[in-house]
């Protein structure tokens, strides 16, 4: 039930360029030694033998790395959208899922598509080779929080006893909280 802020969170781990832009090897075509270069001469010159520094500081196996999603040249812009096209897709979720489940279809079948949807995302996300294909499953993902997160919560309350609903709900929204700022 909780908002996927697990993967969201962990988007600037997984999109850290290797020690700010400073963590790369590139290879001199004539004495093929490797010495240290960074992001900029990369993608400016268009450098094609490099690889990551794994021993440099603040240095991760991410998704900036050639054999994942190879983002040493993508745009901040672009990487900046994976995170944001969650939060769109909450939003969006968060005004129709509700109301939907309110009114027409109940609260199960809302909330477990939800469920079941998002975990199919969360595959797709860990199958991906493409940036843009994974903005658009943290979209899917965010529009699936309307059914796991507003729906699930109303959807709990009602196998509670009515003297917990209090509790359980702040303790849902503290929990939830928690993990977003986690």
Partial sequence: MFTGGQLVNGVGFLTALPNKGNGYLCQDD???????????YICDS??????????????????????????????SGIIGLTGTAFFIGFMISSFLVPRASDHKYGRRMPYLTSLGCAMILYIMIYLSNSIYYNIFYFLGIGLCCGGRVCVGLSYMNEFIEERYHNLTTTLFLVADSFMMLY
Wanted: glycine share 2%; aromatic share 12%.
């Fill in 30 to 40: 004539q004495t093929h030694n490797w010495s240290q270069c960074n992001r900029d």
């Fill in 46 to 75: 268009g450098h094609q033998n490099w690889k990551i520094d794994y021993d440099s500081p603040n240095t991760f196996r991410n998704w900036v790395d050639p054999k994942a999603l190879d983002l040493t040249c993508v745009s």
